[in-house]
């Protein structure tokens, strides 16, 4: 077919080192993050120098009058905070190119398009072949970790990993999600041979066009390799609960495929059907054994050991807005383990899950000293003074000063600031963490929520993490009814008088009213914030709305953020959708079956 992008795996400046070893080091890499986190202060001093050492002839930085100094003193003294929008004139002329030194010494060659869930729309972001490096250590740090505990050896992983749809800049600088570079890179398949995690699909179905194919060959090459696959894993929690959802409807057309050695007619890519030729062969012993394996099961419990009787673990990002997915998961699992993947974003990565046998609920991430410059932004607790938090330039002003990675305390909340390989200085990643202890010298962080993600109407302020405790204190209510809340967002409606919260509820069958008037009045009442409890009692905050959505609605949204050019394994619902979010707003609007308001106040 015509049309199909072609698979140009990055070059790298060097062959590296995992290109010469069979075999990842285990023992070398654990001693190596030991002896650097024992010197944490010294490594951030070291690294920062280095960072500014190889960018000091960058336009953004010649104009800051650093003057070639690199101490933290300096640094601080002469770079400002700034968040993406402070950097977005810069991002877009490396976008447009020619190629040139703005950002950083040698010219950006890649960009990243973030997950776009939280603006509406994604970011530029840059991406460099050191900040891939990075990526690889973050990589090689935990599964050194994770394989002292869960051993595996020379297995295949059925990984649900996606591309974006591969687009250029008007500079022609290649764009794509962080994880399609990554994938692209010629270093990430060394990297998973090395660490024998090798995806049991073909590249073609990594890079096919499109998502759905992709998905089904996805299943399909698990199936063909059970007995080989030793994890399951995904980018997000959220994409590996879609492919077992989606394998609910689709298991019966994958037994045929096997069965007859021919692919389904819904593959319509020339270059995916040729290279699932190779795997598939008529096999009717494997479709019966598929076929009694899941008419055997009770509501689909323990599916996931049913397919993979060798699988040692499932492992992807489940924290943050993807705790809302572990209950699903863990319906799939069983009894395997569920580990959490690790801490970073499209600008770069923070730190490692170094204990994966904690549950994804209570994981930390241990940072990494030398990836990037860290500082962080302490937060007032103080529920009064928070109120006063509108991010305006009198706020920005009081707020207080950032300390370094080895100068947090154990038990307080701070906002993170980065400083990357890629470009980034004294960058605000927007993301709320609390210290929860030391290994060595470097802080253990929990993921508490996006900064700016905040349900707020008056005094009141409910963060993600806030919502997602409602739900689920809420979804017990349904729960009960051997039924779940598939997926759920949020709005803040100020058109009424006064305003109120919008609660949007995907529910995976018919649920009665009377039940459902009492999620509504649950919702209301999980909301805790003093802000929120006393507004409510004075009807300055109205009732809370609970708006049921028709089913396929989160589908819908998933599919608008697709066509927009981000990859499934990227993506996340949209938990607060604000005023900006206009197309997700309306699909929501637009399939709402049922409406209820809270009376429990």
């Given at each position: ?26 023992e ?177 179905v ?84 598929i ?18 009787p ?30 959490s993947?690790?801490?970073?974003s ?58 370094g ?48 993600l ?15 405790l ?34 949007f ?21 999980s ?27 989160f ?8 066509g ?38």
């Amino acid at each position: 077919m015509t049309g199909e992008p072609k698979i140009n795996h990055a070059s790298s400046d060097s062959a590296t080192m995992l290109e010469k070893m069979e075999i990842l080091d285990v023992e070398k890499v654990i001693n190596e993050f030991e002896a650097m986190t024992k010197d944490a202060e010294n490594v951030q001093r070291e690294t920062l120098k280095k960072i500014l050492e190889e960018n000091g002839s960058a336009e953004y930085l010649q104009n800051l009058g650093l003057h070639g100094r690199t101490d933290p003193e300096s640094f601080k003294a002469c770079v400002p905070l700034v968040t993406h929008q402070d950097l977005e004139p810069f991002i877009q002329r490396i976008a447009d190119g020619p190629p040139a030194s703005i950002l950083t010494g040698k010219p950006i060659t890649n960009i990243s398009l973030s997950s776009g869930t939280t603006q509406g729309k994604p970011k530029f972001v840059p991406f460099n072949d050191e900040l891939m490096e990075t990526t690889l250590q973050i990589f090689r740090t935990s599964y050194a970790f994770r394989n002292t505990e869960f051993p595996i050896k020379n297995g295949k992983a059925l990984q649900f990993i996606y591309s974006s749809k591969p687009s250029r800049t008007k500079g022609g600088l290649f764009a794509g999600t962080a994880t399609t570079n990554v994938f692209r890179n010629s270093q990430f398949k060394n990297a998973m041979k090395a660490m024998q995690s090798q995806c049991c699909s073909p590249d073609e179905v990594i890079f096919a066009p499109d998502f759905h194919q992709s998905l089904y060959c996805h299943l399909l090459c698990g199936l063909i390799f059970r007995e080989e696959i030793q994890s399951v894993s995904s980018t997000f929690a959220h994409s590996i609960v879609h492919s077992f959802r989606t394998f609910e409807q689709v298991w019966e057309e994958l037994c045929a495929d096997i069965r007859q050695g021919v692919l389904s007619s819904r593959i319509t890519f020339s270059s995916v059907r040729s290279a699932m030729a190779k795997l598939l062969k008529p096999n009717p012993e494997l479709a019966d054994l598929i076929h009694r394996k899941c008419s055997g099961l009770s509501n689909w419990y323990g599916l996931i050991p049913e397919l993979f009787p060798n699988v040692k673990y499932i492992y992807g990002i489940m924290t943050g807005s993807m705790e809302h997915y572990l209950k699903k998961l863990r319906h799939y699992a069983g009894d395997v383990p569920l580990l959490s993947a690790d801490y970073g974003s499209s600008e770069g990565w923070i730190g490692a899950n170094i204990n994966p046998k904690v549950p994804p609920e209570s994981t930390t991430y241990a940072v990494l000293p030398n990836i990037g410059y860290f500082e962080f932004i302490p937060l007032k607790v103080n529920a009064e003074e928070q109120v006063q938090d509108k991010v305006d330039a009198s706020f920005i002003s009081m707020e207080p000063k950032p300390v370094g990675l080895t100068e947090v305390k154990v038990g307080e909340e701070y906002e993170v600031i980065v400083t990357s390989v890629a470009g980034l200085y004294r960058y605000r990643l927007g993301d709320v963490v609390k210290v929860m202890g030391f290994h060595n010298s470097t802080p253990e962080l929990k993921f508490v929520c996006r900064r700016n993600l905040m349900l707020t109407v008056n005094i009141d302020k409910n963060t993600e993490k806030d919502l997602q405790l409602a739900v689920e204190e809420a979804a017990k209510l349904i729960a009960e009814e051997k039924l779940e809340v598939i997926d759920f967002s949020s709005h803040v409606d100020l058109w009424t008088e006064p305003g109120h919260y919008v609660i949007f509820w995907e529910i995976s069958g018919e649920v009665r009213d009377q039940v459902l008037e009492e999620c509504c009045n649950c919702l209301d009442r999980s909301f805790v914030d003093a802000g929120y409890v006393s507004s409510r009692k004075v009807n300055a905050i109205g009732p809370l709305e609970l708006r049921v959505l028709r089913r396929g609605t989160f589908h819908k949204i998933l599919d608008h953020y697709l066509g927009l050019g981000a990859a499934v394994s990227q993506f996340k619902t949209p938990r607060c959708v604000g005023p900006t979010n206009h197309k997700v707003l309306q699909i929501l609007c637009d399939n709402v079956a049922k409406s209820y308001f809270s009376t429990a106040f």
